[in-house]
C-alpha cells in the first residue's frame, strides 16, 4: 500500500508532502491543474522512463520518494535481486532525473536498476488511465487471473509437466550417446577383438622387459661364464683340488695347532667356493641365452608397445582400455533396451501431464463462464449495457504446452452487439476501457493484482447514475485494496474516504501546483463547485450533503 508521496521540483510543484491511508481517496480540480503532474511524477518512482521534461524550470534535478509498506512477496522478490530490507520495515523508493538527462534510482537507499524498478513498481501499483497497456490489458496475466478467480491447482500440472521434460531430456540424451556411439560401433568391435586376440597381462611389459634384458646380457658373456663354471668342475677344478687337499689335512690336523687352523681356513674355503659355484650356476639359468626365447619375448614386446601408442596410451593402460571399449560395446547392443524402457517412461509421463492438464481445462472453462457472468452484471450499471465480455480459453499446440498447462487465456470485448470480440485494448476507446477494467476489478475482487490501484478519469464522458455507479464499485473494491481515483464526476468523489484537491497558484510569472487534503467543509464545497461549476450555489451545496450522506 502507498503510504507516502514526497515530490521535488516536478515540473510545475515545486515542493509537495501527501500521506495516504487505505481505502478509497479521489483526487479533483480543474482541468489542466496538474493532475497528471502527480500521476507522472509517481509513475517516475514506478520505474517510467526518466524524461528531463519533468525537471521543474530552473531546478537542477527533479526527485520524487515512495514509501509503500513491503508485502511478504514483494521482500522475497528484493531479496533474490540482492536488496536486504526488513519486512516490517516501509519500503522507500526514491528516483531523481537531471536537468541534463541523468537519473538515479534507490530502494531504501540501495542503488538499483530502472529495469528492477519497473518490476518492483508493476507488483506495488496498478494504474489505469486513458493510455494504459500494462496491467489487465497484457494478455500474459489474464490465466493467472482467472486461475486465481476459479481457484485452480496448477502445482499438479507443474509437477507432472516438469517430470515429463526430465525423462525427455534423459530420453534425448542416451539417443545422442547410443547414436555417437553406434557410429563407432565397427571400430569399437575391431578394437575390442584386436584386444582379446593379444590378451594382455598385468605388468606384462616390466616383465617382458626384464627378461629380454637377461638374455641380452646372457648372450654377451655366455662364454666368459662357461669357462668360469668350468673352473669350477671336474677332478681337476680348483674346489676339487682344495677339498682333496682338506681331506688329506684332516688327518694331520692333530700333529700341530697350526694344522688345525689351516684345516679351518680351508673348509671355509670350500664353503665359500661351494655357495659360489651355486649362485653361478643359477645365474647361467637365468641369463641362459636362449634364441628363439628371445626372439618370441621380443615379437610380444614390440605387439604390446605398438598396441600402446596405436591408442595414445601407457602399455600399463591396456587392460584398463579393454575393459573400457567392451563394456562401451556391451552398452551400445544392450542400448536398444535401454531406450524402450526410457520411451515408455516418457510416455507414461506425458499421458500424466495430459490427464492434469485436460482436467485444468475443464476448470479453466468452467471459472471462465462464470467470469463472464460475473462482469456481465457489472456493465449494465456502468452504461456498458451493449457490450459482451468474454473469457476466451485457447488448446494450444504440444510444442506451447507449459508448466502452467495446454491453454491460453485472453480477456476479449464486443462493444456493439454483432460485433466481434476482440482484446480489450484494441476495441474500447479511453473512458469505456478504464470502466471495463473496474468491473473485471470488482468481479475478480481480491484475486491477483497489486495492493495498490489507480484509475485515472475512470468516469469520463458520464454522469448521473452511471457516474454514482461508478463510484459505488470504487468504493466496494476499495474495501480490499487501497484506490486512488482521478475524477471530475461529484458522485465519485463523494465516495471518497479521502479527497485531495489539486489546484494551481500564480505568484507573478511563477505558476506552481499543489496539493490539499480537504477537510469536512472544505470537500462540501469541493464537490458542489464540481456540480455547478464556476459559481456555487445553495442549491450545489445542498446536492452536494446529499451526496456525502449517501457514503
Excluded at 524550470?57 to 540482492?82: C, I, M, R, Y
Excluded at 475478480?444 to 485515472?456: N, P, R, V
Aim: aromatic fraction near 4%.
Amino acid at each position: 500500500m502507498l503510504t507516502g508521496l514526497s515530490i521535488r521540483d516536478v515540473v510545475l510543484i515545486e515542493a509537495l508532502d501527501l500521506e495516504f491511508a487505505s481505502g478509497l481517496g479521489v483526487l479533483t480540480g480543474e482541468t489542466g491543474a496538474g493532475k497528471s503532474i502527480l500521476l507522472d511524477a509517481l509513475g517516475l518512482a514506478l520505474g517510467a522512463r526518466a524524461d528531463s521534461g519533468l525537471v521543474r524550470s530552473g531546478a537542477e534535478k527533479a526527485q520524487v520518494t515512495a514509501s509503500f509498506d513491503t508485502p511478504a512477496h514483494v521482500a522475497a522478490f528484493l531479496a533474490d535481486n540482492d536488496i536486504d530490507i526488513d519486512g516490517n520495515e516501509p519500503l522507500i523508493i526514491r528516483r531523481s532525473v537531471k536537468a541534463d538527462g541523468g537519473s538515479k534510482a534507490f530502494i531504501n537507499d540501495q542503488p538499483c536498476s530502472a529495469a528492477l524498478l519497473r518490476e518492483l513498481g508493476a507488483a506495488l501499483v496498478e494504474i489505469h488511465g486513458q493510455h494504459d497497456d500494462r496491467g489487465m490489458l497484457n494478455p500474459r496475466g489474464h490465466r493467472g487471473l482467472l486461475d486465481a478467480f476459479g481457484r485452480s491447482d496448477t502445482a499438479t500440472v507443474s509437477a507432472n509437466f516438469a517430470a515429463w521434460q526430465d525423462a525427455k531430456s534423459r530420453l534425448d540424451i542416451a539417443r545422442e550417446a547410443l547414436e555417437n556411439a553406434a557410429r563407432d560401433r565397427e571400430w569399437l568391435e575391431h578394437a575390442v577383438a584386436e584386444l582379446a586376440a593379444f590378451h594382455p597381462q598385468p605388468g606384462e611389459e616390466e616383465q617382458l622387459a626384464g627378461e629380454r634384458s637377461d638374455m641380452q646380457k646372457g648372450e654377451r658373456i655366455a662364454e666368459d661364464l662357461k669357462a668360469v663354471l668350468e673352473s669350477f668342475d671336474g677332478p681337476k677344478s680348483g674346489l676339487a683340488l682344495i677339498r682333496g687337499a682338506a681331506r688329506k689335512l684332516d688327518r694331520l690336523a692333530d700333529a700341530h695347532p697350526l694344522l688345525a687352523e689351516a684345516l679351518t681356513a680351508l673348509d671355509r674355503a670350500v664353503i665359500e667356493a661351494s655357495e659360489a659355484e651355486g649362485k653361478l650356476n643359477a645365474a647361467a639359468r637365468a641369463i641362459e641365452y636362449e634364441p628363439a626365447r628371445l626372439d618370441e619375448i621380443e615379437e610380444r614386446l614390440f605387439e604390446l608397445r605398438a598396441l600402446a601408442r596405436k591408442h595414445n596410451i601407457a602399455p600399463d593402460g591396456i587392460i584398463a582400455l579393454q575393459e573400457k571399449l567392451t563394456a562401451q560395446l556391451q552398452s551400445i547392443q544392450a542400448g536398444g533396451e535401454g531406450l524402450a524402457v526410457l520411451e515408455a517412461e516418457v510416455k507414461a509421463k506425458h499421458c500424466a501431464y495430459v490427464e492434469s492438464a485436460t482436467a485444468l481445462s475443464a476448470v479453466r472453462t468452467a471459472a471462465a463462464a462464470k467470469l463472464d457472468v460475473a462482469v456481465k452484471n457489472e456493465l449494465a450499471p456502468l452504461k456498458l449495457d451493449a457490450a459482451q465480455f468474454q473469457t476466451a480459453v485457447e488448446r494450444l499446440p504440444e510444442d506451447r504446452w507449459t508448466a502452467f498447462g495446454m491453454d491460453r487465456v485472453e480477456f476479449l470485448i464486443s462493444t456493439n452487439p454483432g460485433a466481434p470480440f476482440a482484446p480489450l485494448a484494441k476495441i474500447a476507446s479511453g473512458g469505456e476501457l478504464s470502466r471495463f477494467i473496474l468491473a473485471l476489478k470488482v468481479a475478480l475482487a481480491e484475486e491477483g493484482g497489486a495492493a495498490t490501484i489507480i484509475f485515472d478519469e475512470i468516469d469520463r464522458g458520464v454522469g448521473g447514475a452511471v457516474a454514482a455507479a461508478i463510484g459505488e464499485r470504487l468504493a466496494r473494491l476499495a474495501t480490499r485494496t487501497q484506490l486512488l481515483a482521478v475524477t471530475h464526476s461529484p458522485q465519485v468523489a463523494a465516495k471518497g474516504k479521502a479527497h485531495y484537491f489539486i489546484a494551481k497558484s500564480n505568484q507573478g510569472t511563477v505558476t506552481r501546483t499543489g496539493v490539499t487534503l480537504l477537510d469536512a467543509e472544505a470537500r462540501r464545497q469541493e464537490i458542489a463547485r464540481m456540480l455547478s461549476g464556476a459559481e456555487i450555489t445553495d442549491e450545489a451545496r445542498a446536492q452536494a450533503v446529499r451526496l456525502l450522506e449517501t457514503v
